[in-house]
Nanobody, 121 residues
Framework: QVQLVESGGGLVQAGGSLRVSCRASGLTFSRYATGWFRQAPGKEREFVAA????????YYADSVKGRFTISRDNAKNTVYLQMNNLKPEDTAVYLCAADTSLRTSLAYSYWGQGTQVTVSS
């Protein structure tokens, strides 16, 4: 079955950096677009970034543009989210998702369980 497993979350001070990873199995990863989303307590899940299957196209939420970078390594079935200049409002569970279509909505076919990122002020 398809599995997406996130890792790399943790606690970081404001202004710091963190890289989260998502490793996929059970699907031909190189044929899937992938996205990162986040969900803070009491808030709706929101789009963060997405990347096409060939990494030729990327999209970012305005709130993270210029600070976050999404990338992928198809040989490792892994997508990354490099997060720089982190702010307390970036605190959330970060989830990766995969779908045959590149999208910024929540309509992805497969989801991971998420990894917690906490930014202290």
């Amino acid at each position: 079955q398809v599995q997406l497993v996130e890792s790399g979350g943790g606690l970081v001070q404001a202004g710091g950096s963190l890289r989260v990873s998502c490793r996929a199995s059970g699907l031909t990863f190189s044929r899937y677009a992938t996205g990162w989303f986040r969900q803070a307590p009491g808030k709706e899940r929101e789009f963060v970034a997405a990347i096409s299957w060939r990494a030729g196209n990327t999209y970012y939420a305005d709130s993270v543009k210029g600070r976050f970078t999404i990338s992928r390594d198809n040989a490792k079935n892994t997508v990354y989210l490099q997060m720089n200049n982190l702010k307390p409002e970036d605190t959330a569970v970060y989830l990766c998702a995969a779908d045959t279509s590149l999208r910024t909505s929540l309509a992805y076919s497969y989801w991971g369980q998420g990894t917690q990122v906490t930014v202290s002020s």
